[in-house]
């Protein structure tokens, strides 16, 4: 009988198991039933054991951790207690009802943003590919790499026209192909919580790495005189976003999400409750006299930024843009991001600190350094060609 050692497994214990030629488990003392079973040669699986000699794998690590694994024993442990076996439910599911069951979770925990950014890509890279129809316990390797390179080369059925969305697929580069691999690989791994599916199909859409090194930097920039062009050839509605954008630096999708109540007239501030945290923001004098503008006469509840007296959908305002944008002869590429872009470019050059812009624009300090530590490396250049040190 293979060796079987009882401990409370670590992530350090768990990596450091070491092959000995034979099968060997360790027996997890924090939750009873989970198994690590180190092969002979190495390969670690999760395992969990109930009655006597009952034992099943659940899951291969690393793409199943030690949190995971443990989460995955107690509920199965669980179904076995009551019904005998742990074994999951038998399901039909496919891959567009895990990003259907996924859009929704978010909605009810009140993302918003977040599932209306999700589902608009599933519309154009799940739902009207064949992968969609793959049932989730039938979901290979060679399924998701074959859609990953359809959604890289825009190989993907055309879609109904919406405003702001052309219903034919482009070729995107590998750094959009990672976005629509982590929204994708978040639904399936959702899957394997809700026991939709096998924990040990994860492996499947795990060793389907993001491509490494694709991250570019945002290089369209305009000047003042530009922003203002935009600005002045931009519909009312549109216009009132745009230089929301402009003069606070936050994302194109925080306006629309702007109560009357998120606005702090005495202290000047906003607060934007967008991208799954909420995080307030102090005014300049130009961004307060918007602010005070929009708010003048609104209920708590209304929404300050609106699309012709209603509520601004996720994307409605591209072709607005766009539009605002031929006419004031812009260069191509400019879209909202854009005035998000050059805010941040200003701050930084104008010498405000990197956390400081981090924590306005409402990103992480790694991300603003990533895109825009160049900037500060090309000022710190400017000040010590002024120094002489010697």
Excluded at 147 to 162: C, F, S
Excluded at 163 to 180: F, H, I, Y
Excluded at 294 to 300: F, N, R, T, Y
Aim: proline share 4%; glycine share 6%; with cysteine.
């Amino acid at each position: 009988m293979p060796k079987v050692t009882r401990e409370s497994l670590t992530e350090k214990s768990v990596k450091d198991a070491k092959a000995t030629g034979k099968l060997y488990r360790l027996r997890d003392a924090k939750v009873p039933g989970l198994l690590l079973r180190v092969n002979a040669t190495g390969a670690k699986t999760w395992a969990i054991t109930w009655g006597r000699g009952q034992e099943r794998i659940i899951g291969t690590f690393p793409v199943m951790t030690l949190d995971m694994a443990r989460t995955q024993a107690l509920s199965q442990l669980a179904t076995a207690a009551e019904h005998g076996t742990p074994t999951p439910k038998t399901t039909t599911d496919t891959v567009a009802d895990a990003c259907r069951d996924y859009v929704a979770a978010l909605l009810k925990d009140g993302r918003t943003s977040t599932a209306g950014d999700a589902e608009r890509r599933f519309e154009r890279t799940v739902y009207s590919d064949r992968i969609g129809k793959v049932r989730l316990a039938k979901l290979t390797q060679d399924d998701v790499e074959d859609w990953r390179d359809r959604v890289e080369r825009g190989d993907l059925a055309d879609l109904p026209t919406r405003k702001g969305r052309p219903p034919t697929a482009k070729p995107l580069s590998k750094a959009s192909v990672n976005r629509m691999r982590t929204v994708l690989v978040a639904a399936l791994n959702r899957a394997v919580e809700r026991r939709k599916v096998s924990p040990d199909r994860m492996i499947e859409w795990a060793n389907v790495k993001p491509y490494e090194k694709v991250g570019t930097r945002r290089e369209l920039y305009l000047d003042r005189e530009q922003r203002r062009a935009l600005l002045a050839n931009a519909g009312d509605d549109i216009r009132n976003v745009m230089e929301c954008i402009a003069l606070t630096g936050c994302r194109p999708g925080d306006p629309a999400a702007v109560l009357r109540r998120d606005y702090d007239a005495l202290h000047a501030a906003v607060t934007f409750r967008t991208k799954g945290h909420t995080r307030t923001v102090p005014l300049s004098p130009a961004a307060k006299a918007l602010f005070d503008r929009l708010s003048k006469g609104k209920l708590p509840a209304a929404h300050l930024f609106t699309n012709g007296g209603t509520e601004w959908q996720h994307y409605d305002w591209a072709d607005q843009v766009r539009k605002a944008a031929t006419a004031a002869n812009m260069p191509d590429g400019v879209v909202l991001y854009t005035l998000r872009h050059c805010w941040i470019t200003d701050a930084i050059v104008g010498g405000m600190d990197l956390l400081t812009v981090a924590k306005l624009a409402g990103t992480s300090l790694a991300m603003i350094e990533k895109h825009y530590g160049h900037l500060v490396h090309g000022a710190a250049r400017e000040k010590l060609a002024k120094v002489e040190f010697l």
